[in-house]
């Protein structure tokens, strides 16, 4: 993919950003003892979509397809060998954490959220469950973080 120098900037700014809320959701589970069930990984990935969606994307500080963009590069360059490492690491396979993020952007606001599911080709069957999987995410990140995060 070629891309101008500002449109790479941003898409390493909002990688970054996404990173950064994924980790800092590792930390505060570990530091506050948060329960959750399931992968921490992916209660990472939608904390981190939770708050872009909640605090960035709306002040123009696009996140979802930088995301996306990140672990499309990231899965080319793993490529397909060593199926069984892959499987068993912590994280979701790259292109789940792909899909996902842009379901739960059009989940959390579609108008914004088109530009996600359309950038990862996500299909029409999932999209029609993107809002109900959104509402149980944000559900359970203001359950699980309300303690230690002020929301508005």
Known sequence: MKLDRNRFSQLIDGAVWAIFLHELAHAMIDIN?????GREED??????????????????VPV?????????????RRGEGNLQRQLADEHSLDGQRIYNLAC???GAEPGRGQSAARF??????RAERCG??????????RARFKKYISFR
């Open 33 to 37: 003892r948060i329960p959750i069930t």
């Open 104 to 106: 739960w952007a059009l």
């Open 64 to 76: 979802v397809v930088p995301a996306a963009w990140f672990f499309r590069n990231l899965e080319k």
């Open 132 to 141: 109900a999987e959104y509402a149980r995410l944000e559900e359970g990140m």
């Open 43 to 60: 209660v990472a990935d939608q904390f981190a979509l939770f708050f872009s969606a909640k605090y960035l994307e709306p002040r123009g």
């Open 120 to 125: 990862v080709g996500l299909p029409v069957e």
